[in-house]
């Protein structure tokens, strides 16, 4: 019987098949693994520094940004110095930068051996360094590290037969919260870096909040407040307020923030306070109005809103002190054609309690339609009956005491009371600061009506204010 060899040659087929794909696969596999490899390589050159092999900025600010989440989720702290050398430009001018590339290298090698394991190092640009140390105590460890670096860039250096001495100025931040960023950090340590330089070089400094607005970090921001009012570097952002129940977008909170060419987004907290001392938050404050009232118009023209869609805009008790502040609140509404009734002011409790002038003021600005709120309610004031004398429409219950609402006792019984008390005197009632379902549910309960926070949405910039709007309700 003649042997069929049609099925062995068949299988055989298949065979080969199967081995030529596996080949095939594999080649690709390898040829992945190449260019992943070479793909890694390339990223990991473009996040150092080619002349010390230091972590660049980029890479600097992914660490801490990263040490920051760990440090807000193990309730810890981390710290980061920027190291400024005091006399590197004499040394480049005298010298030759040949010589200076190599005492740049050699400060490197000795920031690395001071700040040892515990810290990570980097080149932020020319003679400027950057350490990052994770889970710091406290200010007076990052000190002590500040310390070791000075005694470490002490001992003098050997370019070509000259020995040179460098000394380094260092700021220093910390941080361990949500609210924090990398940014933020770095901003904060370079104007505690300006300030130690002011007093002297060689030393070191913590950023101090109080002490940013007074010294010479007050010297380096004015002035650049100053262009940044004028070349309108500020942005508004907006924050929706919502209706618990329905979940019914019922308002926006414009709220400002400063683009900084170099620093990036700065939030409100870091520059108001200085835009006050200044005597700035005058022009800021109307450029802020006007630019929100003519966006909240927009919503209205357009239709991407309801037409009762409310503007909150925040005010100075500064602002208060303005003569002409009535006629431009006025001014920014003809001039944009958003209707009074449409617009808000929170103002804070501090505000005008006792002067007559600012009384005068809100009696004014509520007798042409416009409403008023009483902004971060329970953290100023403890005499109640002033808000008999103003005419205040709604309390904005601040974000400390929903915070704790569901495991604090003492927290609910106040907002309870505080809705409690609105009702009375026939306020309205905002709870600020909402973050998860629960303190919905529990404000819901106690009656309060609206409300703004992060579960909602966080402050967005108009182009994504306006998505929101447009796709309606949050819950
Ligand atoms: P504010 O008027 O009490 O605004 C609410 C602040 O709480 C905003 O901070 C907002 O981002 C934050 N926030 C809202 N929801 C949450 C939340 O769920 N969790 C947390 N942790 N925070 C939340 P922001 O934008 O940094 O503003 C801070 C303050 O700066 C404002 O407090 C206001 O007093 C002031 N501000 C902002 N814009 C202006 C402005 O144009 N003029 C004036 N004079 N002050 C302004
Ligand atoms: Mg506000
Ligand atoms: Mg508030």
């Known amino acids: 019987m003649p042997w069929d060899l049609a099925p062995v040659s068949q299988c055989l087929c298949t065979a080969l098949a199967v081995v030529v794909a596996g080949l095939l696969l594999a080649l690709l596999w390898a040829l992945g693994r190449v260019r992943g490899q070479r793909d890694e390589h390339r990223r990991s050159d473009s996040l150092r520094d080619s002349l010390t092999d230091l972590p660049n900025r980029a890479l600097f600010v992914e660490r801490v940004e990263s040490a920051l989440l760990q440090a807000v989720r193990e309730r810890g702290s981390i710290a980061v110095l920027l190291v400024d050398l005091d006399n590197f430009e004499e040394i480049n001018h005298s010298m030759g930068h040949d010589a200076g590339d190599r005492l740049l290298v050699v400060i490197s090698e000795r920031l690395r051996e001071s700040v040892g394991r515990e810290g990570m190092v980097a080149r932020l640009c020319s003679d400027e360094f950057a350490v990052l140390l994770k889970s710091i105590p406290d200010k007076n460890a990052a000190a002590l590290v500040a310390e070791h670096i000075g005694d470490a860039l002490k001992a003098p250096i050997g370019l070509d037969s000259n020995e040179v001495l460098v000394s380094a100025t260092v700021g220093i931040s910390l941080a361990g919260s949500d609210q924090d960023s990398p940014e933020g ?266 409300g703004q926070g992060y579960h909602f949405a966080r402050p967005l910039p108009s182009n994504e204010a306006t998505e929101l709007l447009v796709a309606g309700l949050l819950r």
């Open 185 to 450: 950090l770095l901003r904060k340590a370079d104007v505690a870096m300006h300030a130690a330089k002011a007093q002297g070089k060689a030393c070191y400094k913590v950023f101090d909040p109080d002490a940013s607005t007074t010294t010479s970090g007050r010297l380096l921001l004015e002035s650049e407040m100053r262009r940044a009012v004028r070349e309108e570097e500020c942005v508004v952002y907006y924050q929706p307020l919502v209706a618990l129940e329905t979940g019914e977008v019922r308002g926006m909170e414009a709220l400002v923030r400063w683009q900084h060419p170099v620093y990036g987004l700065i939030p409100p907290g870091e520059f108001i306070p200085l835009a006050e001392q200044t005597g700035l938050i005058a022009p800021l404050g109307r450029w802020v109005l006007r630019e929100a009232c003519r966006q909240a118009r927009l919503w209205h023209k357009e239709k991407q809103s309801s037409s009762s869609l409310m503007l909150s805009v925040n005010v100075s008790a500064c602002q208060f002190r303005q003569p002409n502040l009535v006629e431009e609140v006025h001014r920014a509404l003809k001039e944009t054609g958003l209707d009074p009734r449409c617009l808000k002011l929170e103002i804070t409790e501090s505000v005008m309690m006792h002067d007559a002038a600012a009384i005068a003021a809100l009696w004014e600005l509520k007798g042409s339609g416009i409403e008023l709120a009483m902004d971060d309610f329970g953290t100023g004031y403890s005499n109640l009956s002033y808000l008999k004398r103003l005419p205040i429409d709604t309390l904005k219950i601040d974000r400390s005491y929903i915070s704790g609402l569901s495991h604090d006792a003492e927290d609910a019984a106040i907002v309870h009371a505080t809705v409690a008390f609105a009702r009375a005197l026939n306020l309205n009632v905002t709870a600020e600061g909402i973050e998860n379902a629960e303190q919905v549910a529990r404000l819901q309960e106690l009656g309060c009506e609206l």
